[in-house]
C-alpha cells in the first residue's frame, strides 16, 4: 500500500504537461476578459459624453430657434410700424 500512495502523488509527464498548458491558456483568457472590460468601460463612457453633449446642443438649438424666431416677429411688426406711421 505504502508503494502504491507513493507512485500516485506523482504526475506523469503527460499530465504535467496539460496542467501547465492549462495555467497558461487561463493566464491569455483572464488578460482578454481584462481587455474587453476595458473596452467596454471606454465606449460606455464615450456614449455618456456623447449623449450628454447631444442633449445640451439640442437644448441650445431649441433655445436659438425660439430666439430667432421671435426676433424675426418683433422684426417684422416693427417694420410694419414704421411704414405705417412713417
Known amino acids: 500500500?505504502?508503494?502504491?500512495?507513493?507512485?500516485?502523488?506523482?504526475?506523469?509527464?503527460?499530465e504535467q504537461y496539460r496542467k501547465q498548458i492549462g495555467k497558461q491558456d487561463?493566464?491569455?483568457?483572464?488578460?482578454r476578459v481584462k481587455s474587453s472590460k476595458h473596452r467596454a468601460d471606454e465606449e460606455s463612457f464615450?456614449?455618456?459624453v456623447k449623449e450628454v453633449a447631444m442633449v445640451l446642443a439640442a437644448i441650445f438649438s431649441m433655445i436659438a430657434g425660439t430666439y430667432f424666431f421671435l426676433y424675426w416677429q418683433l422684426n417684422k411688426q416693427e417694420l410694419k410700424d414704421h411704414t405705417t406711421h412713417g
Open 26 to 31: 487561463w493566464k491569455k483568457s483572464k488578460q
Open 46 to 48: 464615450l456614449w455618456g
Open 1 to 14: 500500500m505504502g508503494k502504491k500512495d507513493a507512485t500516485g502523488n506523482r504526475s506523469a509527464p503527460v
